[in-house]
């Protein structure tokens, strides 16, 4: 296995008008041995230029990649020694399974026996040993994507790559084929880079997260890291679902405190501690926006203000999408809807009730609305 090294790596594509589309900007990272590490972001955010140009089906307009020790730019993808799993299998309809499996190793003349063995080897990893004599067309999907995993298995590559490879498959596949990635990462022991427009895929899956946004990475950090302190907006809204709240209005300061206050018609205000947030003092009197995840806005047992970290306003329920043990209420404000993701199982028979809920200020978080940047 080796680590994969992205120096001011730069992609740009001829404009449709003129003039060029940079689709990578800049990208400079690092992927140690055996990591697993996902570049997530939207359609567009240049996640699959980076995996094309590592794989070589890509060159780079500027900058260089290195696997392990050596720079590959001008390495033809044959000597790269990677092995790449995309969206679509694309497997041979006429080849067996087995077939399908050992094609790479055949055009690279392997000894016969060692392809049998590493073909053996991978189909009892993927659970695919009945079904070797099989033609991919008398399979499932979600059974034709373990071929292709077994086929980039069976070449025992530097570095795995995957450009989206589940998102043709339905939940349950999808769901159980992530899981087989993992395992195949923690056994394999293996540098992979996995490129995806889903979050959860990225939460799931990933020792390390690159958000990707136009081309540029906008943080680079192990999942939790930025799910709880992302820092912008782009990021704090790329993950969770329903996705993080944000409430605009403006802070002031109040007794030595940061008293938060939802815009005209609103009803949500929060102190914060200026001592936590000193950053936040340039806010003061300009716009901002408070970000809290639905799971941190639950139903108030009381109108107790605030108190223990916790501010408590009213708003009127206007849906409620239940979810089994949790359930998922649209909230007006008077000048918001906000998602509260509630423990409490409810229906929509609540809905026209005004109720008091309580937001968890431990957990809130401060964006400037013109950097759309962090505010600490």
Do not use: W
């Not at 567009?44 to 392990?68: Q, Y």
């Amino acid at each position: 296995m080796a680590k994969v090294i992205f120096k001011n790596l730069y992609k740009t594509y001829p404009g449709e008008k003129g003039g060029e589309v940079t689709a990578v900007n800049d990208v400079s990272l690092e992927i140690q041995d055996r990591e697993f590490v996902v570049l997530l972001g939207p359609s567009g955010c240049g996640h699959s230029s980076v995996l094309r140009m590592v794989a070589g089906l890509e060159e780079p307009s500027r900058g260089d990649i290195f696997i392990g020790d050596q720079r590959v730019n001008d390495l033809p993808p044959a000597k790269r020694d990677i092995a790449m799993v995309f969206q679509n299998p694309a497997l041979y309809p006429r080849m067996s399974v087995y077939d399908n499996m050992a094609f790479g190793l055949k055009l690279r003349r392997f000894p016969k026996a060692e392809i049998k063995k590493r073909v053996q080897d991978a189909a009892a990893i993927l659970g695919l040993d009945d079904l070797l004599g099989c033609k991919p067309t008398a399979l499932s999907g979600h059974r034709r994507h373990r071929v292709a995993l077994g086929r980039a298995i069976v070449r025992q590559p530097k570095v795995f790559l995957f450009e989206e490879p589940l998102s043709d498959l339905d939940a349950e596949a999808r769901v159980q084929l992530r899981t087989e990635i993992t395992k195949l990462h923690q056994r394999l022991q293996a540098t992979m880079i996995y490129a995806t427009r889903n979050q959860v895929e990225a939460m799931a899956m990933a020792e390390r997260i690159v958000a990707m946004k136009d081309g540029v990475v906008q943080q680079n950090d192990t999942p939790l890291t930025l799910y709880n302190a992302p820092v912008n907006l782009f990021v704090a809204g790329l993950l969770g679902s329903p996705p993080m709240n944000f409430i605009q209005g403006t802070l002031k300061e109040e007794r030595g405190d940061l008293l938060f206050c939802e815009r005209e018609g609103g009803t949500i205000e929060a102190r914060l501690s200026a001592a936590e947030r000193p950053g936040a003092r340039e806010s003061i009197g300009q716009p901002i926006l408070l970000g809290i995840r639905p799971e941190e806005i639950k139903i108030a047992q009381s109108k107790k203000g605030q108190e223990n970290g916790a501010a408590t306003f009213p708003a009127l329920v206007d849906v409620v999408e239940p979810m089994g043990a949790e359930a998922n209420i649209y909230l007006e404000t008077g000048s918001h809807t906000v998602i509260c993701r509630s423990r409490r199982p409810l229906d929509n028979r609540e809905a026209g009730r005004r109720m008091q809920f309580e937001i968890n200020l431990k957990k809130a978080h401060l964006f400037d609305p013109g950097t759309k940047l962090s505010v600490l």
